[in-house]
């Protein structure tokens, strides 16, 4: 029996379908899927005062409004902050589910920090994209594959956190900031988190200039992907970033060590670990940098630098200085000591 189909308008369409190019004209299926990445058409059903807006493909943010519909994608959220969701059991035309995240991800929501981002935003399924006469997937349109070997040697500049929002996307602008301004050509991968455009587009008005993320690889978010899935995933994305043959990538990953997104398996990883020449760490308060610090250490891949919050003044300074043996570095005060360790471990003169 032939689904039955039609056209329909997309008021706005939502940064993690990208890759697909769509238009605000397509094709609707009720033929629907609960498969991660899955595209669906939804109309908003109510108005929020915060968390509202949504990320377009360009990466500007657009605001929701009730009765707006919209182009999102199946996926899960696991965040220490903000919602957790998981993907449907299953999905029909007219189900309500949630929106996830600004970039768009969608689900059905378990668990929310309402005083900071309020209650998810309900939407209400109109169905699925369709080309072709088929539902589309964002893996539809995939940049890269995910690999079993890591085929390069290209050095690695990785930094890790003890969560969410412990300082790693700034600490990590200021020395790509520094490196280009030396002459180093730059290639940089998000390789764990929920799908948006904000941190790439953060790495590349620094100089960055080639930059790719799980969504790439067909994947919405690495929430309880599997250790295997996201480690071959990070493999695909920094052999297809060695092709441009950059002096070296900028790893960044979403969430800490701790998360649910995948980050402890990618650090453990002997071919990976390989290949890293600087091993930033990010921590809010000298516990969890010190616990960060030993747990990185303990699976074969030590700090070299600690930076995030606790580094702010220097009390949080002076206590790092006596329970580790790092180099200490704030964003927002930033020296380049860390860099002679750079440049000894590249054995290159990039300033030559």
Wanted: proline residues 3%.
């Amino acid at each position: 029996m032939k689904k039955s189909q039609k056209t329909i308008h997309l008021d706005k369409i939502s940064s993690v379908t990208r890759n697909l190019n769509l238009t605000h004209e397509e094709a609707l299926t009720d033929d629907l899927s609960t498969a991660m990445g899955t595209v669906l058409a939804v109309q908003v059903l109510e108005d929020k005062s915060i968390y509202n807006e949504m990320e377009l493909p360009s990466g500007r943010m657009s605001r929701l409004k009730k009765g707006d519909v919209i182009a999102v994608a199946l996926g899960e959220r696991m965040a220490l902050k903000g919602f957790a969701g998981h993907l449907p059991k299953s999905l029909k035309t007219d189900d309500v589910i949630h929106l996830l995240n600004f970039g768009g991800i969608a689900g059905e929501c378990t668990s929310a920090n309402t005083k900071e981002v309020g209650d998810p935003l309900r939407i209400r399924v109109l169905g699925g994209i369709a080309r072709k006469g088929k539902l589309v997937n964002i893996g539809d349109a995939r940049l890269f594959s995910e690999a079993d070997r890591l085929t390069n040697d290209i050095p690695l500049i990785i930094t890790t956190g003890s969560s969410m929002d412990s300082g790693k996307t700034t600490v990590a602008a200021e020395m790509t900031k520094t490196l280009v301004r030396m002459g180093m050509k730059l290639a940089g991968a998000k390789v764990t988190g929920v799908g948006a455009m904000r941190d790439l587009y953060k790495m590349e008005d620094y100089g960055i200039r080639e930059t790719v993320s799980f969504v790439d690889c067909g994947i919405t978010s690495t929430a309880n992907i599997g250790a295997d899935q996201v480690i071959r995933m990070t493999k695909g994305a920094l052999n297809y970033l060695a092709k441009g043959r950059p002096d070296a990538i900028v790893v960044e990953f979403g969430d800490g060590l701790m998360g649910r997104y995948g980050v402890r398996p990618i650090l453990e990883d002997r071919e990976i670990q390989k290949n890293v020449r600087l091993h930033v760490g990010c921590a809010r308060d000298p516990v969890g940098a010190v616990k960060l610090g030993e747990d990185c250490a303990a699976l074969g891949l030590p700090i070299d630098v600690m930076s995030g919050p606790v580094t702010d003044n220097e009390v949080g300074q002076d206590l790092i200085r006596e329970h580790m043996d790092v180099l200490v570095y704030n964003a927002f005060n930033p020296n380049n000591r860390w860099l002679d360790l750079v440049l000894s471990r590249w054995a290159v003169d990039y300033a030559a």
